[in-house]
Structure formats: C-alpha cells, structure tokens
C-alpha cells in the first residue's frame, strides 16, 4: 500500500480492501506474508482502517502464520513513525520493521 489516503468515506472504501485481506488470510496454514505500507499522509478516518487492517494481520500471525509488515516513513516524519511503532506496540505478533525514507 502505497500514497496517500484521505477518502471521504474511509469505511467504503476500505471495505473492500479488509474483506479481501480477510479471505486471504483465512486462507493461509503457517503461511508467509510480506505487507509493505508506505504512506506519506493519512486522514484521521483513515486511522482506523489501518489499525482495522494490522489487526487482521495480527490475528493470522497469533494463528501461526509469519507475518512481516514494512512501515516505512519519510526520515523527517515523526509523526508517521511514532505510528508505526505504535502499530508494533499493539500488535506484537507481527514481524514489524520500520524503515526511514531518505527524501530530497
């Protein structure tokens, strides 16, 4: 996932996004996945998607699947980092990297 995500209905439009996210995962025994998240910006609304989203992850990785997730941030972004290890905090199943974007 990568870009921006301000939407108007952020329920809408990541309905779609978590349900697929869902049967994939329901799918998996002691699979393997890599998710890469790599946002500049993200409005309020959309916060909870995400949380939504990592939760999913989280759930599949308590079921013995490995789950690794990517956070990158711009280097300058501490307000995008300081999320993303909140995101690790509250998900400790999950393999949580968080990598700085060097921009210029």
């Known amino acids: 996932m990568r870009g921006e995500s301000y939407p108007e209905s952020a329920v809408g439009f990541y309905h779609e996004i978590l349900q697929r996210t869902r049967d994939f995962l329901g799918s998996l025994e002691e699979g393997e996945v890599q998710v890469i998240i790599e946002l500049r910006y993200f409005n309020s ?4 998607m995400l ?3 990592v939760d999913e992850l989280n759930a599949a990785a308590k ?3 490995q789950i690794t997730l990517d956070w990158y941030h711009d280097a300058e972004d501490d307000t995008m980092l300081e999320f ?3 995101l ?3 998900f400790p199943e999950i393999h949580f990297r968080t990598l700085p ?3 210029s």
């Open 101 to 103: 974007i060097e921009t």
């Open 84 to 86: 993303g290890q909140e």
């Open 51 to 53: 949380f939504n989203l």
């Open 45 to 48: 609304s959309s916060t909870k």
């Open 63 to 65: 079921l013995g699947n």
């Open 88 to 90: 690790a905090d509250d």
